[in-house]
């Protein structure tokens, strides 16, 4: 079964992965992320790991165009 995420869900870790990358995540920011992943995984019938694997793959290591 296909991991299913929302453009929310991407836009939260998206934002969290730039703060990585600038040094700068806060608590607040991962803490967010960590609720939506759960409160996605829950809503969905989906396992929170497996949720968090593929957002995290999604939004680190993004296919390319075409793939």
């Known amino acids: 079964m296909a991991i ?7 836009k939260l870790e998206t934002a969290a992965w730039a703060e990585i990358q600038a040094g700068t995540l806060t608590i607040e920011t991962a803490s967010a992320v960590q609720a939506a992943i759960t409160a996605h995984a ?15 793959r999604v939004v680190r290591h993004p296919s390319p165009e075409g793939e």
């Open 4 to 10: 299913e995420l929302t453009d929310d869900l991407i």
């Open 42 to 56: 829950e809503a969905t019938g989906q396992g929170r790991y497996e949720v968090e694997r593929e957002l995290k």
